[in-house]
């Protein structure tokens, strides 16, 4: 089975600021949102965050630091990357904002990952001629 391009793609970033990170510091996690980053009400979406190995707990942050969730359900993705997923099963206006991850690894904290902005648009309507399934 091929990995999935989003974890192709939090791979690379990962990899590509370890390579950049000098040593001690902590790499900077990714993150993404599937099936994308604009969805319509109703709709669910999900956050994956991707760190290096031997992370004990990733953190999805929304919009400033008093908006949390925190997953210790990590898994290993590859032999350099592990990663995990959080869930929002029906997106609603309120769900809209800013999003980004950090891990806790070694007794620290990471630094934050970029920004992934999260667009709730649409009806209902469109959620079904789209083929998303309604939770």
């Not at 999003?99 to 309507?125: D, F, N």
Request: glycine share 6%; hydrophobic share 35%; net charge negative.
């Amino acid at each position: 089975m091929s990995p999935h391009p989003t974890t192709l793609l939090g791979l690379v970033l990962c990899l590509a600021q370890t390579i950049h990170t000098q040593e001690g510091a902590l790499p900077r996690p990714s993150i993404s949102a599937e099936p994308d980053t604009v969805i319509p009400p109703g709709s669910p979406v999900t956050f994956h965050c991707w760190g290096p190995v031997g992370v004990h707990t990733f953190r999805l942050e929304r919009e400033n630091r008093s908006q949390y969730r925190d997953n210790y359900d990590v898994s290993l993705v590859s032999p350099f990357l592990s990663g995990a997923t959080f869930r929002i099963d029906s997106v609603s206006e309120d769900s809209a904002g800013h999003y980004r991850c950090l891990y806790y690894k070694a007794s620290r904290w990471s630094q934050h990952s970029e920004q992934l902005e999260l667009v709730v648009k649409g009806t209902v309507a469109d959620t079904e001629a789209s083929g998303f399934d309604l939770l």
